[in-house]
């Protein structure tokens, strides 16, 4: 089983439409999560932590479910600058450093 | 201003070479990584390192080995290159372990090796 679980997708959807990604972690010791974005042939950039509690920036919201090993991103009004891969990412904190773990990625294309 | 620049941008080469990628960080990061991502887009840490430690991932093999001249610089050395070594390569950094719950990390723009 991979170490983070992502649906490859591609999710196709129309402009303005509200898209979700899931994601699973194995290792019940990871302690930070994040989701990361990455354009074609660019570096991965954060695009948003995620916290317990959940937490929204703009039209993007993101979940923690730390029982069921389960992450989520919500994209709502979704504009054609959103498609891009959205990588789930995890941090197991250890005293040797700050060894993130990627998902596969979960590719977004949105259409005109 | 670029946060984390590495060079070169592509690299071709042959078989049983060896080569260099560099990376440097002007954001004042205490850690540095590197990073590789194949063909299936799968992204993988290889080495974590701050001035203190050098963590490596079991599964890198022997023949890659980073190289800090100082805090600011992490370069990758690579000998005896084979086919599989063909990815890109992302160098990334963060502020060190504890200086924060969430320690983003910043990416370099990748560099992309191809071996013949």
């Known amino acids: 089983r991979k170490e983070v679980e992502q649906d490859p997708g591609p999710f196709n959807v129309p402009e303005g439409a509200t898209v979700a990604f899931n994601c699973t972690y194995s290792?019940?010791?990871?302690?930070?999560f994040f989701w990361y974005r990455q354009d074609c042939r660019k570096e991965p950039k954060l695009l948003m932590s995620?916290?317990?509690s959940g937490n929204e920036d703009g039209r993007f919201t993101a979940q923690l479910n730390r029982a069921s090993q389960y992450i989520s991103l919500l994209i709502r009004d979704s504009k054609l600058s959103d498609s891009a891969t959205y990588l789930c990412?995890?941090?197991?904190?250890?005293?040797?450093?700050?060894?993130?773990?990627f998902g596969g990625g979960t590719r977004l294309m949105v259409k005109p | 201003d670029t946060a984390v620049s590495q060079t070169p941008k592509y690299l071709v080469t042959q078989m049983g070479n060896d080569k260099s990628i560099k990376c440097e960080q002007n954001?004042?990061?205490?850690?540095m990584y590197w990073y590789k991502q194949d063909s299936k887009k799968f992204l993988k840490i290889m080495f974590s390192?701050?001035?203190?430690?050098?963590?490596i991932n079991e599964t890198v093999p022997n023949r890659f080995s980073p190289k800090s001249p100082d805090k600011a610089h992490l370069n990758l050395h690579i000998n005896s290159l084979e086919l599989g070594d063909s990815a890109v390569y992302f160098c990334?950094?963060?502020?060190?372990?504890?200086?924060?719950?969430?320690?983003?990390?910043?990416f370099g723009p990748g560099t992309r090796l191809t071996v013949t």
């Open positions: 290792n019940s010791a990871s302690q930070s």
């Open positions: 995620v916290y317990s």
């Open positions: 990334a950094s963060s502020r060190r372990v504890g200086q924060g719950a969430f320690n983003e990390q910043y």
């Open positions: 390192y701050n001035n203190k430690e050098l963590i």
């Open positions: 954001l004042g990061h205490d850690t």
């Open positions: 990412v995890v941090n197991m904190l250890n005293n040797a450093g700050n060894m993130l773990t």
